[in-house]
């Protein structure tokens, strides 16, 4: 770990008494001085770097100082009129305990439950798809084949259809699970800690994420942790919080650390190719990472522990642990619809411009199934469907009977199996048969013909999480949301 900067921390001074306006001292270890370790007045933007003696001065105000650097825990010590300070840092261990026992993230007895002192992060991430990674509906569905009420034989399932490839879920929706647990070939299995999927314990453990085997090492086996084999060590993004447990990795503010388990080539096929889309993205190459916006602060919250030592910050400097991802507010916010209705001498031309804006990666991105489906529908007076005479139609590879021939366009990564056959389960890819998502910053432009008897014309953009054709024998009621519908009127 070869990190030598100060925190990239943007914090405000919070201290309530005055402390002297020079503060002095010198950071060590058991071998002697520290070089380049950096200090800080807790809670605040005020700090500084030692030099080759591990000397410090330190200028303005607060009540503790605090210091790290790379490879070892964070030390802090009150400013109580010493001068000069010492503060002491202690070694990481060098070595993973692959022994250890998880932390179970939920409210309860135990020192270090998240949930006992972490309340509202806690919150947030039970309510987030982290913490149903492993236990979700949708998942378990396609994974076993079965339908909402868990009743078996319904649809695609890659138990039934590749079941020596079923455990390669494990390594990001479970990665906690040991490889001895029943649960990591089979997650219907998982018990415990591992049930919780993504939880707080482990992602906290991630001390590198190595983009050496990028998309064909996933989650757990691309990772590598540091779990101790006594006491406790988190890391996170602060450099500042000195429990005598907790590290800094500037790691926790990088896109690099979501790659591991948002980029992967499973049997062949691209499912997930989130972080290489986001690092051709305008937003990547500006430097915008992934945390940016699916862990923005929500200004909300002062405090990450309080009444259990933490102290006051910016709201702005504490990430939220929502992560949010195509719900209709994000959906809505990067996606942008223009449709215009324009006479002509034999009808009416209807235009319509898509894109996605303010965006890191393609949309829909993530898991391969998701995708954008635009209908276009010209209605009579009395509401009766009119047929379209020019422009794009939706063809079979949308797998929905109900709107193929109609007037639209289909935004997806569109796979196909070895007969060429399209909507198939990832695990029957054989090539990309087209990818026509949007991407950041190019929007698509599409026109279409209707004749004079048109009085309406419905433009609706529809994201469909899995295939209409599976998602139907599975019974899932949350399938689609309809993003925008405008109704463009003959005048």
């Not at 003696?53 to 802090?76: C, E, M, P």
């Not at 215009?340 to 393609?362: C, F, I, K, Y």
């Not at 004079?452 to 949301?481: G, M």
């Amino acid at each position: 770990m070869r990190w030598t900067f100060c925190g990239l921390l943007l914090l405000t001074t919070l201290a309530i008494d005055q402390v002297p306006r020079e503060v002095r001292g010198i950071v060590e270890t058991d071998a002697g001085p520290v070089e380049a370790a950096c200090v800080r007045f807790q809670a605040t933007a005020i700090s500084t770097q030692t030099d080759a003696a591990g000397r410090f001065t330190l200028r303005g105000d607060g009540q503790k100082i605090t210091a790290w650097k790379a490879g070892y825990f964070i030390a802090g010590v009150n400013v109580n009129g010493s001068d000069p300070l010492t503060l002491r840092l202690r070694p990481l261990p060098q070595e993973d305990n692959p022994d250890y026992l998880w932390v179970d993230p939920r409210p309860g007895r135990g020192h270090h439950r998240c949930a006992n002192c972490h309340a509202e992060i806690f919150r947030e991430w039970q309510g987030s798809a982290h913490a149903r990674s492993a236990s979700g509906p949708h998942l378990l569905g396609l994974y076993a084949g079965t339908d909402i009420d868990g009743r078996p034989d319904a649809g695609w399932s890659l138990l039934k259809e590749h079941p020596h490839g079923a455990s390669v879920c494990a390594a990001c929706h479970a990665p906690a699970v040991a490889l001895t647990d029943p649960g990591y070939e089979d997650l219907r299995q998982l018990t415990g800690v591992a049930r919780l999927g993504t939880h707080c314990d482990y992602c906290h453990k991630i001390a590198e994420a190595p983009l050496e085997r990028l998309g064909t090492a996933h989650g757990r086996f691309a990772y590598r942790l540091l779990r101790p084999q006594e006491g406790q060590l988190f890391f996170g993004p602060l450099d500042d919080v000195d429990r005598n447990e907790d590290a800094f990795s500037p790691l926790y503010k990088q896109s690099q650390y979501c790659a591991s388990c948002h980029e992967g080539t499973v049997f062949g096929a691209p499912v997930y190719t989130t972080y290489t889309e986001w690092l051709s993205s305008p937003a990547g190459r500006s430097g915008q990472t992934c945390q940016s916006c699916h862990m923005a602060p929500t200004g909300k919250m002062t405090n990450i522990a309080p009444g259990h030592g933490g102290v006051e910050r910016d709201p702005m400097t504490l990430a939220s642990h929502d992560t949010p991802g195509a719900n209709l507010t994000m959906l809505r916010r990067c996606l942008k619809l223009r449709p215009r209705l324009l006479a002509t001498t034999n009808g009416w031309e209807v235009q319509v411009e898509v894109s996605a804006v303010d965006v890191g990666h393609h949309v829909p991105t993530g898991f391969i199934d998701r995708h954008l489906i635009l209908v276009v529908e010209g209605q009579a007076a009395d509401g009766t469907s009119i047929a379209v005479q020019s422009g794009p139609r939706l063809s079979a590879a949308v797998g929905d009977a109900t709107v193929v021939g109609a007037a639209g366009a289909l935004f997806a990564k569109q796979i196909a199996d070895e007969a060429g056959n399209q909507p198939v389960p990832f695990w029957q890819f054989h090539r990309v048969a087209a990818d026509t998502r949007l991407r950041p910053g190019e929007p698509q432009h599409f026109r279409w013909s209707f004749p004079k008897q048109t009085s309406v014309v419905v433009v609706r953009l529809t994201y469909r999480r899995f295939w209409k054709i599976d998602a139907d024998r599975k019974r899932w009621p949350d399938n689609e949301l309809v993003i925008f519908e405008e109704r463009l009127a003959v005048k």
